[in-house]
Every structure is written in structure tokens, then in C-alpha cells.
Nanobody
């Protein structure tokens, strides 16, 4: 059973930066496509960024493109989300998720993802 643990969330000012980490245990991260989702109060969970098993394919939602970067270090069993130029609308709980699909596609909907972390709160003040 794979367990995912996010860290790195917290309070940031608008224009600031944070780096989220997602560490995996109980499994090999290189077996999974990985993604970050977020959920703001009163809103549905939304896809933020995803990265394929090898790191060769990346998808990022338009609202964070140019500001957020997803990366992975399979040797460390860790996925990262580097967030820069933060905006108050980035405030949400951020979740990492693992998809064990054999497909090459990094999926943007949450339902296919097999494993989820508990989430880390990111709050951006104006």
C-alpha cells in the first residue's frame, strides 16, 4: 500500500513562493504518474499539475502556467510543486496523487488516481 505525505505548505504573501513536497512510502514512485490537485473552500477539487512516470510528460493547468513547476526525483521517491508569484486565489489544500495506469496519459481528473495524500494547506495573503 502506497502512502503519500505532503509537506511544505503554509502562509505566503502574494508574489511569494513555496515548494511543496510529496514523499512516497510503501511503493516505488517511478511506477506512477503523479499529480497535484487543490481544493479551495466551497469549490471542487481541481487538477493543478501532473507528471509522467519518467518525467518526460508534464501537464499544467492554465491558471498556474508560468508560475508553478512540477518535478520529480524518483531516486528520492518524491514529487515537488514549486510555486512562485503566488496569488490569493491559489489558497487551497493541495493534494498529491498517484496514478498506476499503464497508459502514457497524465490524467487531469481525480477519479482515476489510486493513492492520495492527506493534503497540505497553502494560504496566500494579499
Amino acid at each position: 500500500q502506497v502512502q503519500l505525505a505532503e509537506s511544505g505548505g503554509g502562509l505566503a504573501q502574494a508574489g511569494g513562493s513555496l515548494r511543496l513536497s510529496c514523499a512516497a512510502s510503501g511503493g516505488t514512485l517511478s511506477s506512477f504518474h503523479m499529480a497535484w490537485f487543490r481544493q479551495a473552500p466551497g469549490k471542487e477539487r481541481e487538477f493543478v499539475a501532473g507528471i509522467s512516470r519518467s518525467g518526460g510528460a508534464i501537464r499544467i493547468v492554465d491558471s498556474v502556467k508560468g508560475r508553478f513547476t512540477i518535478s520529480r526525483d524518483n531516486a528520492k521517491n518524491t514529487v515537488y510543486l514549486q510555486m512562485a508569484s503566488l496569488k490569493p486565489e491559489d489558497t487551497a489544500v493541495y493534494y498529491c496523487a498517484a496514478d498506476r495506469t499503464i497508459s502514457q496519459d497524465v490524467r487531469r481528473i481525480s477519479s482515476p488516481y489510486d493513492y492520495w495524500g492527506q493534503g497540505t494547506q497553502v494560504t496566500v495573503s494579499s
